[in-house]
């Protein structure tokens, strides 16, 4: 079996502050496959952002520190690159679409000046050539009159315009990953579902690997390929998406499914929210990061970290309800009823 495009183990990612040591990333394990749509799901704060800029090798240090964990691209460590070496593969190799496209441009410079400059400063390219090359991203992504719009400046362009440029600029030097940071957080619904089909189309033109970042469960249902539901620094769940929306194992996946709104649900029904808050990072818990909010929480949660089960092939989840005990106790489905244990 051939190696995967990118192979990140037991990533742990820390940041050292006037409080104490927050520790951000811990122990997160991924795949990513050519060609393939990879979400990373889960609430403010979980360590989504942190992974993704942890693969990107964007964490400043200090305060931030990588503390332990590899991740190989290309069967390559590269943690272990010198700051050249990533350099000389960020942006052209691995791109990455910040969050929040309105403060993500340069007000100062043209939208021509942003997309050319990494062509021309570091490839080489003439600036005809990156025009070129500017230009025929443009139309990729979906805005007209691409040749007048490389004269204008951020402020002139729409928010949906403005994200468009920024997965226009993340293309321009062909990457073989493509990392989209929540890049639909700030638009409209009818925007959003217009930017998710631009990824869709992008892919099936270029083969761009997508790690796609979101909160929303609903974001990804078409989109992804395989979805990771992040909680408090791990990844608790994995699988294709008809595991996670339709064969949900952990209680935060399927808290995050039930405040989901459905167009097929009855309206007279309240989205149900997940009570509490998630833990404190400075201190992290010993057991399962989630088990303060769970209705199905056993004393076993509190004090023992739940191991990493295989459901089934692709589909794993980290919870003490996978045990043959918890399963006798509330059922095979839980939760069928609640029961204390």
């Known amino acids: 079996m051939s190696e995967p495009l990118l192979d990140v183990k037991n990533l742990h990612v820390s940041f050292q502050t006037y409080g104490g040591r927050v520790h951000a990333v811990r122990g997160v394990n991924l795949t990513l496959e050519k060609g393939e749509t990879l979400a990373i799901v889960g609430e403010s704060g979980c360590g989504k952002s942190v992974t993704a800029q942890s693969i990107m090798r964007l964490i400043s240090e200090p305060p931030g520190k990588i503390t332990d964990g590899t991740i190989r691209f290309k069967g390559e460590n590269v943690l272990a690159y010198s700051n ?34 990494g062509l021309i400063n570091h490839q080489g390219h003439t600036k005809a050539k990156a025009k070129e090359r500017a230009l025929e991203m443009l139309e990729l992504v979906g805005i007209s009159n691409a040749k007048e719009r490389l004269t204008q400046y951020p402020h ?41 089909d631009l990824f869709k189309e992008i892919q099936r033109k270029m083969g761009v690997a997508i790690i796609m970042i979101t909160h929303d469960l609903g974001v990804v249902a078409q989109l992804a390929d395989r979805i990771h539901v992040m909680y408090a620094g791990k990844v608790v769940e994995e699988g294709n998406r008809r595991d996670l929306f339709y064969k949900a194992q952990h209680p935060y996946t399927r808290g995050l499914l039930h405040s989901v709104p459905r167009m097929d649900a009855d309206r007279s029904v309240p989205l149900v929210p997940i009570p509490g808050t998630p833990p404190d990072l400075f201190s992290p818990p010993a057991g399962c990061a989630f088990a303060d909010r769970c209705d199905y929480a056993m004393e076993v949660c509190t004090q023992v970290e739940p191991m990493r089960v295989n459901v089934e092939q692709g589909h794993h989840v980290a919870c003490w309800l996978q045990d043959e005990r918890a399963q006798q106790a509330f059922g095979k489905e839980f939760p069928l009823q609640k029961k204390s244990v």
């Open 84 to 117: 050249k070496k990533m350099r000389s593969i960020r942006g052209r190799e691995l791109a990455m679409i910040f969050q929040d496209p309105m403060t993500s441009l340069n007000p100062t410079l043209t939208i021509g000046d942003q997309l050319t400059e």
């Open 156 to 196: 002139q362009f729409s928010g949906g315009m403005r994200q468009r440029i920024m997965i226009a600029m993340a293309l321009m030097c062909d990457p073989e990953i493509l990392i989209a940071d929540e890049p639909t957080t700030a638009l409209d619904v009818t925007i959003q579902a217009q930017i998710l």
